[in-house]
C-alpha cells in the first residue's frame, strides 16, 4: 500500500482550491470582458437613411445603416 499520502498535496485539497481559484478567476475575467463588450456595443447605435426605399427582397439593405458613432 502507499503510505505516503498527503491531503495537502497537488492531487488533494490544495490541488482542488487551486483549480477553483483558476475557474473563479476565469469566470471573473470573461464576465468583465463581456460588461465591457455590453457597454461598448450600447453606445454605438446606427441609423437609418431612406427607410421608404429599403425593399425586402433584392436590396442591400445594410447599404441603408449608418454607424452614428463613426
Known amino acids: 500500500m502507499n503510505e505516503n499520502r498527503s491531503i495537502f498535496s497537488i492531487d488533494g485539497i490544495t490541488g482542488m482550491l487551486i483549480a477553483t481559484v483558476l475557474l473563479l478567476t ?4 470573461l464576465t ?3 460588461i465591457n ?3 461598448g456595443s450600447a453606445a ?3 441609423d437609418i437613411k431612406d427607410e421608404a426605399s ?5 436590396s442591400k ?3 441603408h445603416v ?4 463613426k
Request: aromatic share 12%; glycine share 12%.
Open 54 to 58: 429599403i425593399k425586402m427582397i433584392g
Open 61 to 63: 439593405q445594410a447599404d
Open 32 to 34: 468583465a470582458w463581456g
Open 44 to 46: 454605438n447605435f446606427y
Open 26 to 29: 476565469i469566470l471573473v475575467g
Open 66 to 69: 449608418i454607424d452614428v458613432k
Open 37 to 39: 463588450v455590453q457597454t
